[in-house]
Antibody
Framework: EVQLLESGGGLEQPGGSLRLTCVAS????????MNWVRQAPGKAPEWVST???????YYTDSVKGRFTISRDNSRNTLFLQMNGLRVDDTAVYYC????????????WGPGTMVTVST | AIQMTQSPSSLSASVGDRVTISCRAS??????LGWFQQKPGKAPKILIY???TLISGVPSRFNGSGSGTDFTLTISSLQPEDFATYYC?????????FGGGTKVDIK
């Protein structure tokens, strides 16, 4: 079964750091573009970052310079290092797989909650 | 960044109704558009990609159309399991952006 499973969320103070992990199973992870998407409570989803099969990376403006996406193909794992956390980073964070050659997101994990608060 | 404007933001409908949701892009995006369904506490689920291609396993009552700037998701005969929030997403270029959502609830 094709699956994604996120972990690493939690409560962190403003200015702190968290590292999110997404473990993939059931497909050839190294061949897929992968993404992070977040959704603040009661809001629409927001694309955060993308990493290509070859390691090219893209970020939404609000996280540039603070968040870093990376992948370890030997462990079928996607990461999101989040530094300089802000209250408005509070959201459920999802990892999502691209449809090959198409874009858009066909497989999503269940999400991990990140809360940034004093 | 391309803005995606969805309308309406909410609607009330009955089982069996035909429902239409619109999504407008602030600039032409060809057919680089997907539609998602989200139920409370769950991740979004893709229904349609490339504006009109139905994902395998999605019921044929869901239909997507449009190109350029104007897109439509139509549910031909609303079923009880279709009450949810629907989002469009463009993947024409970075940054990818979602529409604001359309909540479909029971009349």
């Amino acid at each position: 079964e094709v699956q994604l499973l996120e972990s690493g969320g939690g409560l962190e103070q403003p200015g702190g750091s968290l590292r999110l992990t997404c473990v993939a199973s059931g497909f050839s992870f190294k061949n897929y573009v992968m993404n992070w998407v977040r959704q603040a409570p009661g809001k629409a989803p927001e694309w955060v970052s993308t990493i290509s099969e070859t390691g090219s990376t893209y970020y939404t403006d609000s996280v540039k310079g603070r968040f870093t996406i990376s992948r370890d193909n030997s462990r079928n794992t996607l990461f999101l290092q989040m530094n300089g956390l802000r209250v408005d980073d509070t959201a459920v964070y999802y990892c999502a797989r691209d449809i090959p050659g198409i874009g858009n997101f066909d497989i999503w994990g269940p999400g991990t909650m990140v809360t940034v608060s004093t | 960044a391309i803005q995606m404007t969805q309308s309406p933001s909410s609607l009330s409908a009955s089982v069996g109704d035909r429902v239409t949701i619109s999504c407008r892009a602030s600039q032409a995006i060809s057919n680089y558009l997907g539609w998602f369904q989200q139920k409370p506490g769950k991740a979004p689920k893709i229904l349609i990609y490339a504006a009109s291609t139905l994902i395998s396993g999605v019921p044929s009552r869901f239909n997507g159309s449009g190109s350029g700037t104007d897109f439509t998701l139509t549910i031909s005969s609303l079923q009880p399991e279709d009450f949810a929030t629907y989002y469009c997403l463009h993947d024409y270029n970075f940054p990818l952006t979602f529409g604001g959502g359309t909540k479909v609830d029971i009349k």
